[in-house]
């Protein structure tokens, strides 16, 4: 026996399985990289410090 899915299942399960949306998903995250990466940078740059110091190394 099959199962049917609600109509709004199906047309949001067919809408993400469209090979539009990881490209778009990449370039937001692409966009949103360029725009905050001196904060990115930074927040690397203290990570490894911080691993480092602790003797992790």
Do not use: E, N
């Not at 709004?8 to 990449?26: H, I, K, N, S």
């Not at 995250?29 to 992790?56: D, P, Q, R």
């Amino acid at each position: 026996m099959t199962r049917t899915l609600p109509w709004p299942v199906r047309a949001a399960r067919r809408r993400g399985a469209d090979p539009l949306v990881p490209l778009l998903l990449l370039t937001v995250g692409a966009l949103a990289a360029a725009a905050y990466g001196h904060v990115l940078t930074w927040a690397m740059i203290g990570g490894l410090a911080g691993y480092t110091l602790s003797g992790s190394v």
